[in-house]
């Protein structure tokens, strides 16, 4: 059965977790147009753009604006309408909601309170941008943004250099050219790497080559910094080297909550790298 389900009198409604375009309308699902007609209301990230998408398809719903500084206010009330029987829709600006959009605290209370929660799956940018990137895609790490100040991006950068799996990060226009001269000073500069910009939109592009290849062709166009980014990054090759680094990278944060020991033996475990390797070679510690 498409579209919303009607709630029995008495019983709670349900939270439907509506996928939305990220640029052409026309990837909108005939289930997620159903459902978006036959709910009582839609919680919208930004209610002007949800309104302006309704419209599109000649739909006229309640809005109710949720977003990153209300939901947690706001959970709680949505809930209770649930509760008393209402069937709502959570969509954000674009895509999924819930990656890197608000919805989680909504979600998680109504599960809590015991209100079914059913996904309308659909279109989500990282999933479009791997699925055209060329990237190994068995295993990866979606990232999402990294942080806007400097020294915070690079120390995160720092810790993801060993990362074996594919990453996928979302990034701004005005951060793309310092992102990518950030990646390159982090994981070299022939690192293997994608950028994929206003996909699905008119000026589609995706560029693939090594990391500086890429810096140096945003910088040399300026419609390169134009728009919305997905920049995948393929994994760190998994070499001794690289478990020894991300071992003792892993080790020195566990110390700070466990015993050298406790921390030693799980740093091992989760990077493959030998024990007596996270003390760099010392002949001290208490694997001598």
Same mark, same amino acid.
């Given at each position: 059965? #498409?579209? /919303?389900?009607?709630?029995?009198? *008495?019983?709670?409604?349900?939270?439907? &977790?509506?996928?939305?375009?990220?640029?052409?309308?026309?990837?909108? #699902?005939?289930?997620?147009?159903?459902?978006?007609?036959? &709910?009582d209301a839609v +919680?919208?990230?930004?209610?002007?753009?949800?309104?302006?998408?309704?419209?599109?398809?000649?739909?006229e719903r309640p809005l109710l604006a949720l977003h990153e500084h209300n939901e947690a206010a706001l959970a709680e009330q949505i809930v209770a309408r649930l509760r008393a029987? $209402?069937?709502?829709a959570l969509v954000s600006d674009a895509g999924t909601p819930l990656v890197s959009d608000p919805g989680f605290r909504l979600v998680r209370a109504a599960r809590a309170a015991g209100v079914r929660v059913s996904p309308v799956p659909?279109? +989500?940018?990282? &999933? /479009?941008?791997?699925? &055209? /990137?060329?990237?190994?895609?068995?295993?990866?790490?979606?990232? *999402?943004?990294?942080?806007?100040k400097p020294r915070a991006?690079? $120390?995160?950068?720092a810790q993801l250099a060993h990362e074996p799996r594919t990453l996928l990060f979302y $990034? #701004?226009?005005?951060?793309? $050219?310092?992102?990518?001269?950030?990646?390159?000073?982090a994981f070299g500069q022939a690192r293997p790497a994608v950028l994929a910009r206003e996909l699905t939109k008119l000026f589609e592009t995706v560029l693939d080559g090594p990391l500086q290849a890429l810096l140096d062709r945003v910088?040399?166009?300026?419609?390169?910094?134009?728009?919305?980014?997905v920049l995948l990054v393929q994994g760190a090759e998994e070499t001794a080297e690289a478990k020894v680094a991300e071992g003792r990278r892993l080790y020195a944060k566990l110390c700070e909550h466990l015993p050298p020991s406790t921390a030693a033996r799980l740093a091992a475990e989760l990077s493959g790298a030998p024990r007596k390797a996270l003390y760099g070679g010392e002949e001290s510690g208490p694997f001598r």
């Open positions: 059965m #498409s579209g /919303a389900r009607a709630a029995t009198p *008495g019983t709670p409604g349900t939270l439907y &977790v509506v996928a939305t375009p990220i640029g052409n309308l026309g990837d909108l #699902s005939p289930r997620a147009l159903d459902t978006l007609r036959g &709910v +919680c919208a990230e930004d209610t002007r753009h949800t309104r302006q998408l309704l419209a599109h398809f000649g739909l029987g $209402e069937s709502l659909g279109p +989500c940018a990282f &999933v /479009a941008a791997l699925s &055209v /990137a060329g990237l190994p895609s068995d295993r990866f790490v979606f990232e *999402g943004f990294l942080p806007a991006r690079r $120390e995160r950068l $990034e #701004s226009a005005h951060r793309i $050219e310092d992102t990518l001269a950030d990646m390159a000073a910088r040399a166009d300026p419609d390169q910094r134009r728009g919305e980014f």
